[in-house]
């Protein structure tokens, strides 16, 4: 038994001083509030503890991109062609070696558990690796090296858009066919630190007749099922033109949507899109940081969640890798949207970057400072320049509204201390780790 003492904790109603965490093996055993004074022996952990940040929604390679994408004008699709040009050139050690920093950034900023919605799965022109699952297995590695958990959601991709082939980029993600990718899909192995779920990548990339194969493998499973959905509006339209109907019509009459599946980013939706997701149960991943990087919009997030969706957060293209931006800006896109203020409380836009986002990724409990949950939390600096000053009961507002990656001070997963006092114990250094794996790609 581990005793962790919380200096302040967010309880997911209030802030609580003196906390005491019971930890036993990768689990919380018990929470005794009333604690002014850290017990003999117990771990010390200063400022506000949340419970740990879920990162819903992660491509690692675009980490590649930062700064490179941040140059000249463009749309998300001339962004695309720099996308395909690094996904050109990953290898599995490569590939590995970059999501090993990435997810060690992830860590630094209280994120212990991602959703990586993977697609690179072959070698460039399409040939599958010895191992099949080369790929995917570097990431689930990478993330244990890391010290966070991962839901690899293999994404079947397998068209260039409605019926045509894949293009020279795109025949590494493809698998040719939904039964093949789910043959291959089915030899992953799950771990304690591991799910398997799935995803669609678009109903751009995967033909109509094809999405129910995928979405019964994961119910089968009962896994996880992501995808991306209307985040264009060129993909409603051309979704349109080919079948009659929008993007998310189509996922509902193929069996797609429901209370597992998570439609990613959900920016461009009719009024009855909004219905169906919401009483389906479908969730809403929304990416503000990349929404907005990419000129995609602002999505109905207030609409999604009064229909039924439940939201959690992601980062995506890791424009930014920094949770508390993420849900902030959830709220304050939708102030410019509607020009009023006060849609989520600091308390609403918690759950849905920690336990709402790991119930998307498939770990039931997590994401709660409870008995029984597991043990992975993150605690935040109250006394940096961004977050001095406003009394403690205030202190989850201040980490939502004001804090930064930069305020984590220390991380635990699973009972384990991987970030202590700023510095990742697992990997020595994440920025020259990243700065090495980025040059490593560069054309």
């Not at 302040?8 to 609580?16: F, I, Q, S, T």
């Not at 941040?70 to 290898?91: C, K, P």
């Not at 789910?182 to 990339?205: D, F, N």
Request: proline residues 6%; hydrophobic residues 45%; glycine residues 10%.
């Amino acid at each position: 038994m581990t005793a962790y003492w919380l200096e302040h904790a967010w309880l997911g109603d209030r802030v609580e001083p003196g906390v005491v965490l019971e930890v036993s093996g990768d689990r919380i055993a018990a929470v005794r509030t009333g604690t002014p004074a850290p017990p003999p022996g117990a771990e010390v952990l200063r400022g506000l503890t949340l419970p740990g940040l879920a990162n819903a929604h992660s491509h690692a390679f675009h980490r590649a991109l930062r700064g490179t994408v941040q140059t000249g004008s463009g749309t998300f699709w001339t962004w695309r062609e720099v996308m395909y040009r690094v996904a050109d050139r990953l290898t599995p050690d490569s590939y590995f070696a970059l999501a090993r920093a990435a997810y060690a950034e992830m860590a630094l900023a209280g994120v212990t558990a991602v959703g990586e919605f993977h697609y690179v799965h072959h070698a460039p022109g399409g040939t599958p690796y010895a191992d099949p699952n080369a790929m995917g297995e570097a990431l689930i590695a990478a993330a244990a090296e890391a010290g966070i958990r991962i839901t690899l959601l293999d994404t079947a991709y397998l068209s260039a858009g409605f019926g045509e082939p894949p293009g020279p980029h795109q025949l590494r993600f493809s698998d040719g066919t939904a039964e093949a990718w789910a043959g291959r899909a089915a030899a992953l192995k799950e771990s304690p630190h591991a799910r398997i779920g799935a995803a669609v990548h678009s109903v751009r990339a995967v033909p109509a007749d094809q999405l129910a194969t995928v979405a019964a493998w994961a119910a089968e499973r009962a896994a996880p099922l992501h995808v991306h959905l209307s985040e264009q509006t060129a993909e409603n339209e051309a979704c349109l033109a080919a079948h009659g109907c929008t993007p998310a019509r189509l996922l509902a009459d193929h069996g797609v949507l429901g209370p597992r599946t998570t439609g990613v980013h959900n920016t461009h939706l009719t009024d009855e899109d909004i219905a169906l997701v919401g009483a389906s149960g479908t969730g809403t991943c929304m990416c503000p940081t990349t929404e907005r990087d990419l000129a995609d919009g602002i999505g109905p997030a207030p609409a999604l969640q009064a229909a039924g969706s439940p939201l959690s957060l992601g980062s995506d293209s890791h424009a930014v890798v920094d949770p508390f931006e993420e849900a902030r800006a959830l709220e304050l896109n939708e102030r410019l949207r509607s020009r009023t203020r006060g849609h989520w409380t600091a308390a609403a836009l918690l759950r849905a970057a920690a336990e709402d986002g790991h119930r998307a990724l498939g770990w039931e409990g997590a994401g709660r400072l409870a008995a029984g949950a597991p043990a992975d939390f993150a605690a935040v600096a109250l006394d940096s320049v961004r977050t001095a000053g406003p009394e403690p009961r205030l202190a989850a507002e201040t980490a939502v509204f004001a804090a930064s990656a930069a305020d984590v001070r220390d991380v635990v997963v699973g009972g384990a201390r991987i970030v202590r006092d700023h510095g990742h114990t697992r990997v020595p250094d994440p920025a020259a780790a990243l700065a090495a794996a980025v040059s490593a790609l560069r054309g």
